[in-house]
């Protein structure tokens, strides 16, 4: 069993995630050798067990991560040591055009109450990864049915977290293209049915404690089944868009 727990996912579950986004991101940046690299909440690295950061490029000169939140940031840089943490807006972000070759954007923007902010905030990502760099964003797909329900939850308090606004899979590829850059690749991610899922795990956990394991990770093997279906634009938690920013003429 995990030698930690997470509060907000079980620690089985919290590693399937982190692995799955840990493997979109490498696989959108294959050949790329970035020596700056940032992450733009570390909300993660604060609580879970999918905490990706200090994971993602370990042989850069910088890995930066940044969060909105003062005390997330301390907490991160308590449990997850090695990145250089900062308390920041991803609206109004205090880097100069160009600062990173690598941006990693996981489920962060979409706890905006505004769509405004959100696009706000994608246009700055967009400004700060440099020519020849990726910007890869990950959003609540609002097209799982169970998404709904969920933000219903999370806005009354019932959560740890909130959700905001998203945006479709396409309708982010646009914003993306809109603030001048390519898209490289895109997906869907994660396909566990969501709230469902939570309470299931908890009560295996409370059940079979430490021997939950096992049978926590078959039946994420048979949600993760799903993404091979027709339906994955359904059943996916997220959807991801890895876009580039082209190169000065």
Not at 2 to 11: G, N
Not at 13 to 36: D, E, M, Y
Not at 105 to 111: I, K, Q, W
Request: charged share 20%; glycine share 6%; hydrophobic share 45%.
């Amino acid at each position: 069993m995990p030698s930690s727990r997470s509060w907000y996912l079980d620690p089985v579950v919290a590693q399937q995630k982190g692995a799955i986004f840990l493997g979109w991101i490498r696989s959108a940046t294959t050949g790329l050798t970035p020596r700056r690299i940032l992450k733009t909440d570390v909300f993660e690295e604060a609580n879970g067990e999918d905490r990706i950061l200090t994971q993602l490029f370990p042989e850069a000169a910088l890995s930066a991560g940044i969060d909105i939140q003062e005390f997330t940031v301390h907490q991160a840089a308590r449990n997850t040591p090695g990145f250089a943490p900062l308390c920041a807006d991803a609206r109004t972000l205090p880097f100069v055009d160009g600062a990173f070759d690598v941006i990693v954007s996981t489920s962060t923007l979409d706890h905006f109450d505004e769509l405004a902010d959100l696009r706000r905030s994608l246009r700055e990502l967009a400004r700060v990864v440099c020519p020849g760099g990726v910007l890869l964003v990950i959003l609540d797909n609002p097209y799982n049915p169970l998404y709904h329900p969920l933000r219903w939850v999370t806005r009354r308090g019932w959560a740890p977290f909130q959700l905001g606004q998203t945006l479709t899979r396409r309708e982010l590829a646009a914003e993306l293209e809109a603030a001048g850059l390519e898209i490289r690749s895109r997906d869907y991610l994660i396909h566990n049915p969501r709230l469902l899922s939570t309470a299931l795990y908890m009560v295996i956990r409370r059940l079979l404690g430490r021997y939950a394991d096992g049978p926590i990770r078959l039946l994420l093997a048979c949600f993760n089944a799903l993404g091979h279906l027709p339906t994955r634009g359904l059943t996916a938690c997220f959807s991801a868009v890895a876009a580039a920013k082209p190169l000065a003429r």
